[in-house]
């Protein structure tokens, strides 16, 4: 399989994801574009596999390696402490009383429903693949891909 | 790290491109070791001075930053 049938074959199952996000919405089961999207990962991977004109070197592991590292410094701080904060919210975690504990711990004003939480998270890791790019994109510059030559 | 890749090639009168499928890399690998953007690991090192026959001293030079800088 040549490279641009594959890259043409990730666009048609993207395309296939949201179409399936969209559906899992409409019948309300989130399980349905959960287990697609693992599928679909999964599908990648193995196509991937049967790509021919796709040589992948040292060079190219170790602009990856950079590049995931890098995103993952950044990324799981933000993530993190988003998540925190969401599961506190969730957990309707009260204040520390300011004075005795009272019997009835005040409730905190819902500053982010479950819905946004979960639409945040989502930005994040859409967030996430472009800073991936990003980062790639440096590194490969960083280790000559963007070099040219007389030859 | 310098290195003489790109003499050793004049000398076999040999292009990137072969260079890079005979040693089973890319031809930008090739490139970005000639340009000093990438090293090599020790691995891919060997197999291009055993490709050339020679000693990987004589393909490699380590030299530190500091004298690097110096030279420069």
């Not at chain 1, 992948?56 to 590292?69: G, H, P, S």
């Not at chain 1, 967030?127 to 994109?137: E, H, P």
């Not at chain 2, 072969?18 to 197999?47: C, M, W």
């Amino acid at each position: 399989m040549k490279k641009n049938t594959f890259y043409l074959i990730i666009g048609c199952i993207a395309i296939a994801l949201v179409g399936l996000f969209w559906y899992s919405d409409v019948i309300h089961t989130p399980l349905l574009i959960e287990l697609s999207f693992i599928v679909a990962v999964a599908g990648i991977y193995l196509i991937r596999r049967q790509v021919s004109d796709l040589k992948e070197d040292e060079r190219d592991v170790k602009i990856t390696e950079q590049a995931v590292l890098r995103t993952m410094q950044v990324f799981w701080v933000v993530f993190c402490a988003f998540s925190i904060g969401a599961v506190m919210q969730l957990l309707r975690a009260p204040t520390f009383p300011r004075g005795f504990p009272t019997e009835h711990p005040p409730i905190l004003p819902e500053l982010l429903s479950p819905r946004l939480i979960g639409f945040v998270q989502l930005g994040l890791l859409c967030l996430m693949i472009f800073l991936y790019v990003g980062f790639r994109i440096y590194y490969a510059g960083k280790y000559g891909d963007w070099e040219t030559d007389e030859e | 790290m310098r290195n003489k890749i790109k003499v050793f090639r004049a000398m076999h009168d040999l292009t990137q491109e072969h260079l890079a499928q005979v040693i089973g890399v890319n031809r930008q690998t090739i490139l970005a070791i000639e340009k000093g953007k990438y090293v090599p690991s020790l691995d891919l090192a060997f197999r291009i001075a055993r490709y050339f026959g020679v000693s990987i001293e004589e393909v490699f030079t380590y030299e530190d930053e500091e004298n690097a800088s110096q030279i420069k």
